[in-house]
C-alpha cells in the first residue's frame, strides 16, 4: 500500500505535543528566568539528595514486594483450565479499572489513627498504632495500586509455558521446587523484567500515594515537581531540571531490565 | 525376547470430566521389547502413556513397575523417561544443557555429565551441535535432541509419545530406523504411541490395537496384520476389503454370492461372519477365469502399483495390482483361501 | 498443594478487595464517621446527585474521554496504515517516538505538556489574544497520550493482514481508497475498536496529565475527586466509588461474557471444519 503520507497528521502531532514538550523541559532546566544558560537548576537539584534517594528506595521495595507476591499468584493462575484463568484475569483487572485515587482513599480510611484496623487492634486491646503518615504506608499504597502491573505480564509470560515442558522436567526427575528454580524461572526472565518496569515507573514517579498516605513528611520527587509547577514553590526551572533527573533515573532502571526483557514481549504487554 | 515382565497394567480406568477414557484395562509389558500402542485419537493411547509416566493417575487399578506398584509415586521418582509429543525442549537451554538436564538433577559429576551427553549426542547423529540453541534446529535434530535428553538418563522404559508426528515423510522413515536400531542396541523397553499403522508395523515387536478406551488387539505385526480379530483391526491395520459372509462349515464360507475354500474353522455352522480380503490379495484374470466377475470403476496410479475401484456383486472392492486395466472393462477376480480372513461379528 | 495455593489466592484477593469492600460497606453508613456503622442510609447517594460539582465533572470527563479518542482514533488509525508500509529503520524510529509518551512518567508529560501551554499563552499574550487552561489544552493533552495505544493496536491487525486481499481487491476494479475502506477496514476494524475503548478508558481514568493541564472551568472528575479526598471526611467519595465499581464491575462481565460466546462459537465454528 503507497499510503505513507497518511501518518503525516501524526507525525506533526508528535513533533508538537510529545518531543516540543520535552525539548521544553531540556530547555528549562538548563536555563534561568531571563533565558540566560544555567547549570544552577541542576545543581540545586543536588539539594534534594534525600528525597531522590528515598523515592527510588520506597519504590524499589515496593517493587520487590510485588515482586515476591504476584510471582506465586501469577503461577498458580497459568496453570488453571482456561475458564477460571478468565475468572482470575477478570478479577485482578477490576481494581485497576477503579480510579486510583479511590483506591488511596480506601487506605486513607483502614490506616488513619481511629481507622478500621486501629478499632481492630482495640478490640484485643493493642494499639492504636501510627500507621499512616508513615514510609510503611506509602509502600503499602505502592504495592496495592501497582500489583496488578507485577502479576499480568508474569501470568502472560508463564501461560506460554508449555505443560509439556514441565512435564518433561519432572520426567527427568526434577522435584517442583527443581522445576521451579530450573525450568519456570529462567523462562519467565522477560515477564519479571516488564513487570519491575511496570510497577518500578509509577511508583518512583508518584506524588498522590506519598501525599495521601506518606503525610507532609514523606515527599518523593513527584511531589517535589509539582511543587515546582501548581506549589507554593512555583519555579518551573528547577521543576524541568528534577523532572529530568526523574527522567535519567527511569531511563537506567530500564536500560537494565531491557537486558532481560525481549523487545517483542514488551509491546505486547504494554497493550 | 525375554519372557519378564517390567510393566504391567491391572484393571485401569481413568475418567476426564466424568468421561471414561480408559475402561478396565489390563496390559503386560515384557522388558525389553518394542511395544507399540495403536488407535485413533481420542482411545486413550496417549493416557495409557501418561500413566506409566505418571503424569495421569488412573481412577482405579494399579500400576506395576518390575513388581513394585507405583501409583503414587511422582514421575520425577520413575525409572522411565519420555520422549514428548513436539519434543517439550527447554526453549533456554542449548543442546548440551538439555541433554544434561536429568543428569544434573541427579548431581553427577560434571565429567561424568559431559562424557555421557557427548556420547548420547553421538548416538543420535547430533555431534558438534552442543552449543546450538535448540531454536535454532530443524524439526528431525529437535527430535533427537528430545530422545538423547532421555535416553541419557538410562531409563529402564522409554516412552515415546508420536514422537514422528511432526516430521515428513521422508524424515519419518529414517527415524524409523534409527529408533528401532537405538532400541536394538541399547536393549531397553521402548512404548511408543503412535496413529501411523505403518510405523506400528515397521518397528514393533508387539502391537496393542487400541479403539475407545478398550485393547482390541496385542499381537506381533504379522499377527495383527494377517490375522485381525475383528473388523477394526482388520481396517485399521491397512486397506481392507471387508464383506459379510456366512460360514457353512469349517474350510467353506459363502460371500459375494458363492462358496470359497477358507484355511478358517472353528466357528458355529452357519454364522454370519465378516470376511476380510486384503487389496493385493486379489488376483485380476480374464473374466472366464475369476471366482467373481466385476467391473472397473476407478483407476489411480500409487507409485508402485495401481489401486482399482471394482464394482462386484452389489459390492465395491478395491484391488491391488501392477497391471492398469481400462475403467468399464469386466474383469475376473481370483481369490484364494489363503487370502481369506474369517472374523466374528463385531457387537456395536 | 492444591490446598495451599487455593488459600494464596484467596489472600492476595482478599488484599485487593478489602479496601474496595471498606469503601463500599460505610457508603450506607449513616454517620460521617469511617471507622463505626451506625445504621443504614442512603443519603450519600442522594447528595452525591445534587451535587452540582460532581455532575458538572462528570459531563466534562465523558466530553474530553469522547472528544479525544474520536481525534485520537483516525489519528492513530491513520498513521498506522503509513506506518505500516515503511521500511523497517524508518519505521522503528517512529515507534520509539510514539512509545515515548507510554514509558515516560506520566508527571513529566503533565508538566511537559503545562510548560508548552505556558508558553503558548505567553505568545497569544504577546499578540494581545486570550488563551486560557481549559478543554483545549485538556483534549490536546488526551490525544496525545491516547494515540500511541490506538497505534499500538491497530499495526499488529495490519501486519497480520494478508497484503493480497488489498490486491485482490485493486485486481477486481477497486479504487485504492475504495479498496480501503471496503477491504482493509474492515479487516482492521477489530484493532481499531480496541484502540478506542483504550483511548476512552485512558482518558477517563487519567488524574495526574489531566492535574497539570485543566483549567479551573474545566475540572474532570479524577480531579473533583482528588479534591474531595483533600478536606478528609467526605461520604460522598464513598457512595461515588460504589458506584464506579458497579459499573466497571458491569462493563467488564458484559465484556467477559461476549468474549466468552465469541470464543464458544469460534469452538464450534473449528469444530465443524474439523
Known amino acids: ?271 | 525376547m525375554s519372557t519378564n515382565t517390567i510393566i504391567s497394567l491391572k484393571d485401569i480406568v481413568v475418567e476426564f470430566d466424568g468421561e471414561r477414557v480408559l475402561e478396565g484395562l489390563d496390559l503386560d509389558i515384557h522388558d525389553k521389547e518394542f511395544v507399540t500402542f495403536l488407535g485413533p485419537s481420542g482411545c486413550g493411547k496417549t493416557t495409557t502413556l501418561r500413566i506409566i509416566g505418571g503424569f495421569v493417575a488412573p481412577k482405579n487399578g494399579d500400576v506395576f513397575f518390575e513388581g513394585k506398584r507405583i501409583n503414587d509415586l511422582p514421575p520425577y521418582k520413575r525409572q522411565v523417561n519420555t520422549v514428548f509429543q513436539r519434543y517439550a525442549l527447554f526453549p533456554h537451554l542449548n543442546v548440551f544443557e538439555n541433554v544434561a538436564f536429568g543428569l544434573k538433577i541427579q548431581k553427577l559429576p560434571e565429567k561424568e555429565i559431559r562424557t555421557r551427553v557427548l556420547e548420547m549426542l553421538e548416538l543420535v547423529n547430533l555431534k558438534g551441535f552442543e552449543n546450538r540453541g535448540v531454536n535454532q534446529l530443524s524439526g528431525g535434530q529437535q527430535q533427537r535432541v528430545a530422545i538423547a535428553r532421555a535416553l541419557v538418563n538410562h531409563p529402564k522404559v522409554l516412552l515415546l509419545d508420536e514422537p514422528l508426528g511432526a516430521l515428513d515423510l521422508k524424515l519419518r522413515k529414517e527415524m524409523q530406523i534409527e529408533l528401532k536400531k537405538i532400541q536394538q542396541s541399547l536393549g531397553i523397553t521402548f512404548i511408543y504411541v503412535t496413529h501411523d499403522q505403518e510405523e506400528a508395523l515397521t518397528m514393533s515387536d508387539t502391537v496393542v490395537v487400541m479403539k475407545d478406551g478398550d485393547i482390541q488387539q496385542i499381537g506381533t505385526p504379522e499377527d495383527i496384520y494377517n490375522e485381525p480379530k475383528n473388523a477394526f483391526v482388520a481396517d485399521f491395520i491397512g486397506e481392507s476389503n471387508i464383506v459379510p459372509g456366512i460360514m457353512k462349515k469349517d474350510f467353506l464360507v459363502e460371500f459375494a454370492g458363492r462358496d470359497f475354500e477358507c484355511v478358517d474353522s472353528g466357528f458355529t455352522p452357519m454364522e454370519q461372519v465378516d470376511v476380510v480380503v486384503r487389496p493385493e490379495d486379489i488376483k485380476v484374470v480374464p473374466t472366464i477365469a475369476g471366482h467373481i466377475t466385476g467391473i472397473v470403476e476407478n483407476v489411480t496410479f500409487k507409485g508402485v502399483h495401481f489401486e482399482m475401484e471394482v464394482l462386484a456383486c452389489g459390492t465395491h472392492w478395491l484391488i491391488h495390482s501392477t497391471q492398469s486395466q481400462a475403467v468399464g472393462a469386466s474383469i475376473g477376480m481370483q481369490i484364494g483361501p489363503e487370502d481369506i480372513h474369517i472374523m466374528h461379528k463385531m457387537e456395536e | 498443594m492444591k490446598w495451599l495455593s487455593k488459600t494464596y489466592v484467596a489472600a492476595v484477593m482478599l488484599f485487593l478487595y478489602a479496601p474496595i469492600g471498606v469503601l463500599i460497606f460505610f457508603s450506607f453508613n449513616e454517620s460521617k464517621s469511617r471507622a463505626n456503622f451506625t445504621g443504614f442510609t442512603l443519603d450519600w447517594y442522594q447528595k452525591l446527585f445534587s451535587n452540582e460539582m460532581i455532575l458538572q465533572s462528570l459531563l466534562n470527563t465523558l466530553i474530553v474521554a469522547l472528544v479525544s479518542s474520536v481525534i485520537a482514533t483516525v489519528l492513530g488509525t491513520m498513521a498506522a496504515v503509513g506506518v505500516n508500509s515503511l521500511r523497517k529503520g524508518p519505521k522503528a524510529l517512529v515507534m520509539n517516538l510514539n512509545n515515548l509518551p507510554i514509558v515516560n512518567p506520566e508527571i513529566v508529560t503533565g508538566v511537559s505538556l503545562m510548560l508548552l501551554f505556558v508558553m503558548f499563552k505567553e505568545l497569544m499574550g504577546r499578540v494581545g489574544m486570550n488563551f486560557e487552561f481549559g478543554f483545549t489544552t485538556l483534549i490536546l493533552a488526551h490525544v496525545s497520550f491516547s494515540v500511541p495505544y490506538v497505534l499500538l493496536n491497530v499495526l499488529p491487525k495490519l501486519r497480520q493482514m494478508d497484503i493480497f486481499v488489498y490486491e485482490a481487491a485493486l485486481d477486481l476494479g477497486c479504487s485504492p481508497s475504495q479498496a480501503f475502506f471496503r477491504v482493509v477496514l474492515p479487516e482492521i476494524m477489530p484493532g481499531i475498536l480496541a484502540g478506542f475503548l483504550m483511548a476512552l478508558t485512558y482518558s477517563i481514568d487519567d488524574f495526574v496529565i489531566s492535574y497539570f493541564v485543566s483549567g479551573p472551568t474545566s475540572q474532570t472528575l479524577p480531579i473533583t475527586i482528588y479534591s474531595m479526598t483533600r478536606r478528609k471526611v467526605s461520604p460522598e467519595i464513598n457512595a461515588l466509588s460504589t458506584i464506579i465499581f458497579a459499573v466497571v464491575l458491569l462493563v467488564l462481565l458484559l465484556v467477559n461474557f461476549h468474549g466468552a460466546r465469541q470464543e464458544r462459537l469460534q469452538r464450534r465454528k473449528g469444530g465443524a471444519a474439523a
Open chain 1, 1 to 271: 500500500m503507497k499510503s505513507k503520507y497518511s501518518a503525516l497528521p501524526y507525525y506533526v502531532w508528535m513533533a508538537l505535543f510529545t518531543i516540543a514538550p520535552l525539548i521544553l523541559v531540556l530547555v528549562f532546566a538548563f536555563t534561568d528566568n531571563n533565558g540566560a544558560f544555567t547549570i544552577e537548576n541542576i545543581s540545586q537539584v543536588g539539594e534534594y539528595t534525600n528525597v531522590l534517594v528515598r523515592s527510588v528506595w520506597l519504590a524499589a521495595v515496593a517493587t520487590v514486594i510485588c515482586l515476591l507476591i504476584a510471582y506465586p499468584l501469577a503461577y498458580i493462575m497459568s496453570r488453571l483450565g482456561p475458564s477460571k484463568q478468565r475468572t482470575m484475569v477478570m478479577l485482578i483487572m477490576l481494581p485497576m479499572w477503579m480510579n486510583f485515587l479511590l483506591r488511596t482513599y480506601a487506605w486513607m480510611t483502614i490506616l488513619e489513627n481511629n481507622g478500621l484496623l486501629n478499632r481492630f487492634f482495640g478490640l484485643f486491646g493493642v494499639g492504636p498504632f501510627d500507621m499512616i503518615n508513615t514510609q510503611g504506608a506509602v509502600v503499602l499504597g505502592m504495592v496495592y495500586n501497582y500489583l496488578p502491573f507485577m502479576i499480568l505480564p508474569l501470568y502472560t509470560i508463564m501461560v506460554k509455558i508449555d505443560n509439556r515442558v514441565i512435564e518433561a522436567a519432572q520426567d527427568l526427575g526434577a522435584s517442583p521446587l527443581k522445576v521451579a528454580s530450573s525450568v519456570v524461572l529462567p523462562l519467565s526472565v522477560p515477564g519479571i523484567s516488564t513487570g519491575i518496569t511496570m510497577v518500578f515507573v509509577p511508583a518512583v514517579s508518584t506524588f498522590i500515594i506519598s501525599r495521601m498516605l506518606g503525610g507532609g513528611g514523606n515527599l518523593l520527587i513527584g511531589d517535589l515537581i509539582d511543587l515546582q509547577f501548581l506549589g507554593n514553590a512555583y519555579n518551573p526551572h528547577l521543576g524541568s531540571a528534577i523532572s529530568l533527573v526523574l527522567m535519567v533515573i527511569i531511563l537506567l532502571c530500564m536500560s537494565v531490565m531491557n537486558q532481560f526483557g525481549e523487545e517483542e514481549e514488551r509491546e505486547g504487554m504494554l497493550i
